[in-house]
C-alpha cells in the first residue's frame, strides 16, 4: 500500500469520515507566472484555496495543504474532508480518496513543512507563541556559541521529536532541509516555516491517521502541517 499514490487523492474512513487526497495545478502554462504572482502572499493561497470548497458562508475550514511551486508542473497537495471542485477552468484538480492502511512498526519516508513555535508566558501570565530559532537564539548565553545553522538543526528536529509520540510517530531519520521568515498581510504577521524530510515508524496508527488528515502543528492557513508519507522500498 503507498500511503500516498502518485498525483492523486485516496478516499479514508477515519471516525467515520471520508477523507479525500488531491493535487491542484494550472491547466496552462502560459497562466503560470501570472498566478503564482497573485498568490505570493501567504494568505492568499488560503482565501483562494476555499474557492475549490464551496459551501456555507460560516463553514470553518476543513482541509490542510502544503505548495510545492519548485516542482514541474508546480502543484499543491490538498487532505480534505470533502473533494475539491474544479469551478475555475484555469486550474486541474485531481483527486481520489484517501485511506492509508496502517500497522505498528510500518516506517516511512515524509516531507513536511510545518510552523515551530514554544508558548511562553510573559510577566502579566499571558501565553505567547515564538519561533523555536529565534527564542532559542535570544536565550543563548554566548550568542556565538551555535551558528545558525546548527541552531536551525537542532531547535526544529528538536522540536519535531517532542511531538512524535502524541501524533503516532517516531523518528528515525531526520533533517531540516530549509527554514524561512515570511511576513503575512497588512497587519505584518510573521511566522516562520521549515521543510523537514527524513524516516519515521508509526507507533500508533489511530493517531498517525489523524496526524496525515489534520496536520501537524500551527499555521496551517499558511500551508503548514500537511506530511507526504510514502512507503520505504524493500522494508
Known sequence: MAVRRQAGAHRVVCERIAMYFSVITPEDDLLRQGIYEQLKPPYAEHQWLWRFFPGEEAQTRDFVFRRHLDESPPRYYVVSHRPPAAGNSSWRVQSRSYDPQLQPGDQLAFRLCANPVVAKKDASGRAHRHDVVMDAKKNQADKAELRTYELVQSTCLA???????????????????????????????????????????????????????KGLGRAKAFGCGLMLVKRIEGR
Open 159 to 213: 522540536w519535531l521529536a517532542a511531538r512524535a509520540k502524541q501524533n503516532g510517530f517516531e523518528l528515525t531519520s531526520a533533517a531540516v532541509d530549509a527554514y524561512q521568515q515570511h511576513q503575512a498581510g497588512k497587519r505584518e504577521i510573521r511566522f516562520s516555516t521549515v521543510d523537514f524530510s527524513g524516516e519515521l515508524i508509526v507507533t500508533d496508527p489511530d493517531l498517525f491517521r489523524r496526524t496525515l488528515f
